[in-house]
């Protein structure tokens, strides 16, 4: 299947989803301190959205039952929102998605509860940076490898491990569009990228191991090891220049 190059049309669509998905997560990011309890959360992404005439890209998603993935210290990704109750120290990430006018937004922050320690900050603020590195080399004509290899450097230099059994992705009409877009790899290699692309860029890094399991819920993807892990991703258009960060606030 080819990769899907969006219209001016689309892709001014698109920025609209990736609004409402920035806004979206900066309420949350307020809202997130110790004792909040993580379905509180969810009621509140539900509400933001219905002022905002979009609807969840999460829930019902191959059977999703939320609106939000709510995952905490070692939990990776799609983390189910619950009774559970954040604590002082912990750290969380809000993986968010809304669909506008039938295109998709996407992207996903990791966020400290209180005081966290240095280790955890660092980590944060590692996987952030390697999400802005990612972009810096996504442009017309590099190729996916240079991104994936770009991300993958920066990680490993800081001392942590990039997540190999998850990757960012294409998305526009889907959430999950091709290409499926590694945390790892070779410059130089795979798919040339070209103006008009939409990806959904995601580093997910752990301060151990890489490797991953899923829960007894059937969501919940967890660091094997139990070591401290942060996602952070964008939604992004490929331009003539610099890409374009979506998932902003307007």
Known sequence: MGVEI?????????????????????VLKKRIKPGIITEELD?????????????????????????????????????LPSKRVL??????????????????GDAARTVAVGRITETAQKLIDTTENALK?????????????????????????????????????????????DPQIPNYGMPGQGLVLK?????????????????????????TVSTVDGSLCAHFEDTIVITGGEAEVLTTLG
């Open 43 to 79: 009621t509140i992404s539900i509400e933001e959205l219905s002022k905002r005439d979009a609807i969840s890209s999460f829930k019902g998603y191959r059977g999703y039952p939320a609106c939000i993935c709510v995952s905490i210290n070692d939990e990776l990704v799609h983390g």
């Open 87 to 104: 604590k002082e120290g912990d750290i969380v990430t809000i993986d968010f998605g809304a669909i506008y006018n039938g295109f998709h």
């Open 195 to 219: 103006q008009g692309m939409t990806l959904a860029l995601e580093p997910m890094v752990t301060a151990g191991d890489w490797h991953t399991k899923v829960g007894s819920d059937g969501w």
């Open 133 to 177: 590195v990612g972009i810096e080399s996504a442009r017309n004509g590099a190729r996916l490898g240079d991104v994936s290899s770009a991300i993958q450097c920066f990680v490993e230099s800081q001392g942590f491990s990039v997540v190999r059994e998850y990757a960012g992705h294409g998305i526009g009409r889907q959430m999950h569009e």
């Open 6 to 26: 969006k219209s001016n049309r689309e892709i001014s669509i698109m920025r609209k989803a990736g609004e409402i998905v920035a806004i979206v997560l900066d």
